[in-house]
T-cell receptor, first 112, second 116 residues
Framework: SQQGEEDPQALSIQEGENATMNCSYK?????LQWYRQNSGRGLVHLIL?????REKHSGRLRVTLDTSKKSSSLLITASRAADTASYFC????????????FGQGTTLQVKP | GAVVSQHPSWVICKSGTSVKIECRSL??????MFWYRQFPKQSLMLMAT?????????EQGVEKDKFLINHASLTLSTLTVTSAHPEDSSFYIC????????????FGPGTRLTVL
């Protein structure tokens, strides 16, 4: 069954604005990952944050992780029209199964 | 590096036929491959995990006799949808991990299956 819930389900912003997406999960994790998916395409790995990390940056992306609240957020700064896509968080559960459990996803639309 | 391919990228078949989807790791040895299914506007649902040379482990609710998975080599896993029906129409995505890349999964581009 799905582990994560994401909010908002859909987000529409203007180019240049920041976009924040949130992900919550239920059980302990090894790491949490964020992916992007353009419509009808495969997944693009964005960033991985380990359970002992609290914040990570990659270019215009900033990810935070709060294991006490079992939640993570993805911030995209200075958004561009090309950022329009669906964004998913995925958790690698403790136990080293290697399986990823995906959240429901957030559909982001960036208007030019 | 860490490229995963899928073939075909899309397939249309008649109800009752079987369809085979291939997943290949092009530049690393994938000891583990995962198969996901994604319905329109939904998230990815893990179907099964396959380790090279052993039987696949299916998630609850996934029929192993309907979705046959073979992982015969370190670079190839196949998913066969047997006796396909319209409700099997979906986007099937594989991912692979292995070797020094054991900690990450690398995703294929997906296969769009439409069953008429």
């Amino acid at each position: 069954s799905q582990q994560g819930e994401e909010d908002p389900q859909a987000l529409s912003i203007q180019e240049g604005e920041n976009a924040t997406m949130n992900c919550s999960y239920k059980t302990s994790i090894n790491n949490l990952q964020w992916y992007r998916q353009n419509s009808g395409r495969g997944l693009v790995h964005l960033i991985l944050i380990r359970s002992n990390e609290r914040e990570k940056h990659s270019g215009r992306l900033r990810v935070t992780l709060d294991t006490s609240k079992k939640s993570s957020s993805l911030l995209i700064t200075a958004s561009r029209a090309a950022d329009t896509a669906s964004y998913f968080c995925a958790t690698d559960l403790t136990g080293n199964t290697g399986k990823l459990i995906f959240g429901q996803g957030t559909t982001l639309q960036v208007k030019p | 590096g860490a490229v995963v391919s899928q073939h075909p990228s899309w397939v249309i078949c008649k109800s009752g036929t079987s369809v085979k989807i291939e997943c290949r790791s092009l530049d690393f040895q994938a000891t583990t491959m995962f198969w996901y299914r994604q319905f329109p506007k939904q998230s990815l649902m893990l179907m099964a995990t396959s380790n090279e040379g052993s039987k696949a482990t299916y998630e609850q609710g996934v029929e192993k006799d309907k979705f046959l998975i073979n992982h015969a080599s370190l670079t190839l896993s196949t998913l066969t949808v047997t006796s396909a029906h319209p409700e099997d129409s979906s986007f099937y995505i594989c991912s692979a991990s292995g070797g020094r890349l054991y900690n990450e999964q690398f995703f294929g581009p997906g296969t769009r299956l439409t069953v008429l």
